[in-house]
């Protein structure tokens, strides 16, 4: 039980779980099909957004479920699935350029409301993995709990990417995936005002 234990906690075995949509992504793209690069789009996209929300989704489930060891156990993993969510990104932003070429960088596709939100998260998030060590975390000190925090502009801007794809097709889609996490959130944000006013009472 121990030796389970042991794997389960070690930081490769959770790295392999994040590696898993990897799989079928990476057969998708050797498998010959001229299509198979814009097929992925969507897949890296969607599990970018959705490590992303998994991390976010950890505070508040931790202050919800106190008696719970799960919360508690991701959080110590929470700046893994940060950098997977940004791994994932990277991916969808790399096939993106792939599957559109030369039209990538053209005012009349950056002028599209999923597109150019999908760029400033995504720059949003090349600072965030960047410092996500703990040598970044000793270094910024306090300045590190506030430079994550823009990790909430990240969220805004990939749900207006995604709802907007398609003339707005994504937007159901999108609002299944936001929604767990806009919910805990109201709630984080209503308990921290209810032990303010306790406190000022």
């Avoid at 709802?163 to 308990?191: C, K, M, Q, S």
Wanted: aromatic letters at 12%.
């Amino acid at each position: 039980m121990t030796l389970l234990k042991s794997i389960w906690d070690h930081p490769i075995t959770f790295w392999a779980l994040l590696s898993l949509p990897l799989l079928p992504i990476s057969v998708g793209l050797s498998s010959g099909d001229p299509k198979a690069v814009h097929d992925m789009l969507h897949p890296t996209g969607e599990f970018a957004a959705r490590f992303m929300i998994l991390a976010m989704m950890i505070t508040p489930l931790t202050l919800w479920l106190k008696g719970w060891r799960g919360p508690r156990w991701l959080m110590k993993r929470r700046r893994y699935l940060g950098v997977a969510a940004f791994g994932y990104g990277a991916l969808h932003t790399v096939l993106y350029l792939l599957d559109t070429g030369a039209v990538a960088i053209s005012g009349a596709e950056l002028s599209k409301l999923y597109i150019w939100t999908g760029w400033l998260a995504f720059v949003i998030f090349v600072p965030l993995a960047i410092t996500s060590t703990d040598d970044w975390v000793r270094r910024l000190g306090p300045r590190w709990k506030a430079l994550q925090r823009w990790v909430y502009g990240a969220a805004v801007l990939t749900l207006l990417h995604w709802a907007a794809l398609h003339d707005w097709g994504g937007i159901g889609p999108a609002l299944v995936h936001f929604a767990p996490l806009a919910l805990l959130e109201t709630y984080r944000v209503a308990r921290y005002l209810q032990r303010r006013t306790a406190r000022a009472a």
